[in-house]
Nanobody, 122 residues
Framework: QVQLVESGGGLVQAGGSLRLSCVASGRTFSRYAMGWFRQPPGKEREFVAAISWNSGFTYYGDSVKGRFTTSRDYAKNTVYLQMNSLKPEDTAIYYC???????????????WGQGTQVTVSS
């Protein structure tokens, strides 16, 4: 079992930056691949980024490549999503998720945080 708590969302102007954090409880953080997903208003949940258990591999959705970066701090049991050059279409609730292997399908992740709202104004 792992519990996830996101933070760092908010309101930002287009072109700005935000860094989301996701803190995991428990001692097994290092065993899990971590994913980031988002759900815009009225739309399906979509893949944003993922990082392998040992940080050796990262993967990004096409819409965020070159703008977003994910990383993890094992000492703090935390995974981050650095979001730069934000666009209004990045507006969504952002979720972190954990599972035994890296994947892009949201339905394949076992553990989820509660989400944090990101709003980008034009």
């Amino acid at each position: 079992q792992v519990q996830l708590v996101e933070s760092g969302g908010g309101l930002v102007q287009a072109g700005g930056s935000l860094r989301l954090s996701c803190v995991a409880s428990g001692r097994t953080f290092s065993r899990y691949a971590m994913g980031w997903f988002r759900q815009p208003p009225g739309k399906e949940r979509e893949f944003v980024a993922a990082i392998s258990w040992n940080s050796g591999f990262t993967y990004y959705g096409d819409s965020v490549k070159g703008r977003f970066t994910t990383s993890r701090d094992y000492a703090k049991n935390t995974v981050y999503l650095q979001m730069n050059s934000l666009k209004p279409e990045d507006t969504a609730i952002y979720y972190c998720a954990a599972d035994s292997s890296l994947k892009t399908d949201p339905y394949a992740y076992a553990y989820w945080g509660q989400g944090t709202q990101v709003t980008v104004s034009s």
